[in-house]
């Protein structure tokens, strides 16, 4: 069965980094475009980043362009999100997912931006 797992997530201050990663099992991950969503209490979940099977095509949310990368390997199943001078509008639960034949969704991060 189709299984993303993200890790990475934790307690940071103003202007630190993470490093994201999700890990994919269940499916042909080198075929498929892979994204990163978030979701703030109180708020809908929203697209963070993107990228296209082959590594060739990124995109990214406004609020996060400069600041965020996205990235895979293909040999190990893994999508990365880093996360550069974070911001504390940035905490959220971020989340991994695949559209397969239909949207999959891992479990969750936390991300917690605070002085």
């Known amino acids: 069965q189709v299984q993303l797992v993200e890790s990475g997530g934790g307690l940071v201050q103003p202007g630190g980094s993470l490093r994201l990663s999700c890990a994919a099992s269940g499916f042909t991950f080198s075929s498929v475009r892979m994204s990163w969503y978030r979701q703030a209490p109180g708020k809908e979940r929203e697209l963070v980043a993107t990228i296209t099977s082959t590594s060739r095509n990124t995109n990214y949310a406004d609020s996060v362009k400069g600041r965020f990368a996205i990235s895979r390997d293909n040999a190990k199943n893994t999508v990365y999100l880093q996360m550069n001078n974070l911001k504390v509008e940035d905490t959220a639960v971020y989340y991994c997912?695949?559209?397969?034949?239909?949207?999959?969704w891992g479990q969750g991060t936390q991300v917690t931006v605070s002085s």
């Open positions: 997912s695949a559209l397969i034949w239909k949207q999959f």
